[in-house]
């Protein structure tokens, strides 16, 4: 996935919610629908896009699928940035 389908991916406010939902600890798809006044359809299609990002990844315990992030890709996108001069250092040439 490029960095662009990424940065895409996280452009969204609702998936910025359920990725911070995410940050402490897995959680299953019925827990997250339930943080939105949205259709579980429409949530399970927020989850779509973030798994096809590699944001997140998913594992089925019986009858139930949990999320958690993929902390990798997280670590991509940050050095990204970093080497863009964006995360924190000036870039003033005075």
Same mark, same amino acid.
């Given at each position: 996935?490029?960095?662009? &389908? %990424?940065? *895409?991916?996280?452009? &969204? #406010?609702?998936?910025? *919610? ?5 940050? &402490? +600890? @897995?959680? #299953?798809? $019925?827990?997250?629908?339930? =943080?939105?006044?949205? %259709? @579980?359809? !429409? ?8 798994? =096809?990002?590699?944001?997140? !990844?998913?594992?089925? +315990?019986?009858?139930? /699928? ?8 997280? +670590?991509?996108?940050?050095?990204? /940035?970093?080497?863009? $001069?964006? $995360?924190? +250092?000036?870039? &003033?040439k005075k």
């Amino acid at each position: 996935m490029a960095m662009s &389908d %990424t940065l *895409k991916a996280i452009s &969204d #406010p609702v998936r910025r *919610k359920i990725l911070n939902l995410l940050k &402490d +600890e @897995p959680k #299953p798809a $019925g827990e997250i629908a339930a =943080q939105f006044a949205l %259709t @579980p359809a !429409t949530v399970s299609y927020h989850l779509k896009l973030l798994k =096809q990002a590699n944001l997140i !990844t998913e594992r089925r +315990e019986k009858n139930f /699928i949990y999320y958690d992030l993929n902390a990798s890709v997280f +670590e991509e996108v940050l050095s990204w /940035i970093y080497s863009l $001069g964006i $995360g924190g +250092e000036s870039n &003033d040439k005075k």
